[in-house]
């Protein structure tokens, strides 16, 4: 179970902290000729890797603070948010993907305690199948055995019977 959850929740955080997100924007002109096609790509930080955005816009706020550049100073404050606003949402990001890594394994657990439990009752039935067809078979032996000896003893009877007419 464990190696499941651990493979599960890695499989998880590598799609949440590989997702790229692509789009294309084509500017045409009055003609409807393409003048341009702009790609932009979005790739979704992990967690290490915004942690260490976020070190290194509050050591660039620092130097900018040293030097007392204050427009240097507002752009890396302004860095330094956003840093930090990109680093929360990736730890809510792995923290969601966990949660539903956890859901998906308590699911898997129910189903296979129900599966189970189905297994325990149709081992159940088949149980009490067989040991009806035992006592049926049993049965069978036990009338077969004692119309055997009916028949035994009426041949017996007749052969004595036979015996003392002649």
Avoid: H, P
Wanted: proline letters at 0%; one cysteine or more; hydrophobic letters at 40%.
């Amino acid at each position: 179970m464990k190696k499941i959850f651990v493979t599960a929740s890695a499989a998880v955080l590598l799609f949440a902290t590989s997702c790229t997100k692509k789009e294309q924007t084509v500017v045409t002109d009055e003609n409807k000729d393409t003048v341009a096609v702009v790609t932009t790509e979005t790739k979704t930080l992990t967690e290490a890797d915004a942690k260490a955005a976020v070190d290194k816009a509050q050591a660039d706020l620092d130097a900018a603070i040293k030097k007392g550049d204050k427009e240097a100073e507002a752009t890396a404050r302004k860095a330094l948010e956003d840093a930090n606003m990109a680093w929360n949402n990736a730890k809510t990001a792995v923290g969601n993907a966990a949660q539903d890594v956890k859901k998906g394994v308590d699911n898997a657990v129910d189903k296979t305690k129900v599966a189970a439990q189905d297994a325990k009752q149709d081992i159940k039935e088949a149980a009490k199948d067989t040991k009806q067809a035992i006592n049926k078979t049993t049965q069978d032996a036990k009338e077969a055995t004692k119309k055997a000896t009916d028949d035994a003893k009426d041949a017996y009877n007749n052969a004595l019977e036979k015996a003392k007419a002649k």
